[in-house]
């Protein structure tokens, strides 16, 4: 099983230090240290080679991490999974899910597929709604307004723990949209560096961190980047927007279909955004 050693470890490779993994947890340093070393002499491996800059992964401990994250992935899908249908049964037997145009469903589809295969009785509706939801007033308006027990979204913004209940199905890649005819359009993948000069459409800053971090590197990386930002999720108008003007679009794999004239180009630098189904807490 995931262990807090094993979440040290990975903290630890994404920070490049332990001093700055301490920081993280709120531990001291020699604490990581031991946590490090521990986990070490329990798999008889060395995962690291210590520098008085920090940490380098070794080509064992390359792989390791690699694994570790793959493995909180599952115990995290496990959870859920588990989680849900413990406290959903009833739902599962006729789930009527919101979705849009812009909240793509096929990860759902594959959930749902999945369950199949373990004989768990799950009946699905989709039911259309609309896109502009960015807060929990208008999430909580859905539940009361629309024909729906269970809502189909990525976890952009915070949720209030009392009022939901979130269950993770997969990690989705952000990738950018890109207008055919843009000049960057040819490559198979595209490096924040790669961005110079260019107009970027994205979500407002604070609705998520992880858009957030995106553009922070962006700026960071590349000259003279125009940003156009929305509060609202993207909207088919917004995807027109961007083929007319040849605006880059800051997006996730799952909108491929999008539009037309918009090849969505993975990035090279890895970001993910959580995506999975939403339920109302029942008082």
């Keep these: ?12 490779c994404v920070t490049g230090s332990f001093s700055k993994a301490a920081r993280q947890l709120y531990l001291s340093t020699a604490a990581i240290q031991k946590q490090i070393n521990q986990l070490e002499k329990r798999t008889g491996l060395t995962l690291f080679t210590r520098h008085k800059n920090g940490v380098v992964l070794t080509s064992a401990g390359n792989l390791f991490y690699h694994r570790a994250l793959e493995l909180k992935k599952s115990v995290q899908k496990t959870l859920s ?14 789930l009527k899910v919101g979705t849009s145009s812009i909240i793509p469903a096929s990860h759902m589809m594959h959930w749902l597929d999945s369950l199949h295969k373990q004989n768990i009785q799950c009946n699905m509706e989709l039911v259309p709604i609309s896109p502009s939801f960015t807060d929990i007033k208008t999430i909580t308006n859905l539940f009361k307004t629309e024909t729906i027990n269970c809502l189909c979204m990525y976890h952009y913004f915070p949720l209030d723990e009392n009022l939901f209940d979130f ?6 890649h952000i990738s950018l949209g890109i ?3 843009g000049p960057l359009s040819f490559k198979k993948s595209i490096s924040l560096s790669d961005l110079s000069s260019q107009t970027i459409v994205t979500v407002k800053h604070g609705i998520h961190p992880v858009y957030d971090k995106i553009i922070h590197q962006i700026q960071n990386s590349s000259e003279n980047i125009s940003l156009i930002e929305y509060d609202n999720p993207y ?5 027109n927007s961007c083929v007319k003007n ?6 996730a794999d799952e909108f491929s279909d999008g539009h037309p004239n918009l090849k969505t180009i993975p990035l ?4 993910t955004i959580p995506y999975g189904m939403l339920f109302l807490k029942k008082h």
């Design 167 to 172: 269950f993770f199905i997969d990690d989705c």
């Design 179 to 181: 207008p055919f005819s």
């Design 1 to 12: 099983m995931y262990d807090q050693l094993i979440e040290t470890f990975i903290i630890v």
């Design 246 to 251: 040849n605006y880059l679009l800051i997006t």
């Design 268 to 271: 090279k630098e890895s970001f």
């Design 81 to 94: 999974d588990a989680t849900l249908i413990q406290n959903y049964s009833e739902q599962l037997k006729s």
């Design 235 to 239: 909207t088919i108008d917004i995807f």
